[in-house]
């Protein structure tokens, strides 16, 4: 099986985990990691990702899927708690013809907007410390259920 994969010099999501390019991380573990990601589609949207690079989700070795299921799962429990959240949205793309755009597997989650769904439109691209202030908010231990 042969997907169409879209074709970069580098890796965006590795160079974020390796520190080259700044980025929010909001959690990581051996196995994967969750960012806040610049382009907010929904409230709290975040990405969850293997650590390993892996294309698609064609290429996850068992142990990689389900973790990357367990932070999918944790990530909607935080979005959905910090913004008192009616519906959380999860999307994932494999391939050009999907829609994916960077050929790192990942799983967008989200808190839908205020009347419903996500922006697949435009959005604005937030800075690194207005995505650090959206992890703040998801690590506030009354939204992470701690308190």
Not at 26 to 40: G, H, I, S, Y
Not at 101 to 130: C, I, K, M, Q, Y
Request: hydrophobic share 40%.
């Amino acid at each position: 099986m042969s997907l169409l994969i879209p074709v970069c010099e580098s890796c965006s999501f590795c160079e974020y985990l390796e520190g080259r390019r700044p980025y929010t991380i909001l959690e990581r573990d051996e196995l994967t990691a969750t960012l806040v990601t610049r382009e907010q589609r929904g409230l709290g949207h975040l990405l969850v990702i293997p650590v390993k690079h892996r294309e698609t989700i064609l290429d996850l070795a068992p142990d990689e899927g389900a973790a990357l299921m367990a932070g999918v799962t944790n990530a909607a429990r935080l979005v959905a708690r910090a913004y008192t959240a009616t519906g959380v949205a999860v999307w994932q793309n494999n391939g050009t013809p999907a829609h994916q755009t960077v050929p790192h597997v990942h799983f967008h989650v989200a808190a839908t907007l205020p009347d419903g769904g996500t922006n697949w439109g435009e959005v604005p691209r937030l800075s690194v410390a207005e995505t650090d202030a959206i992890a703040a908010r998801l690590r506030s231990p009354e939204h992470t259920g701690l308190a």
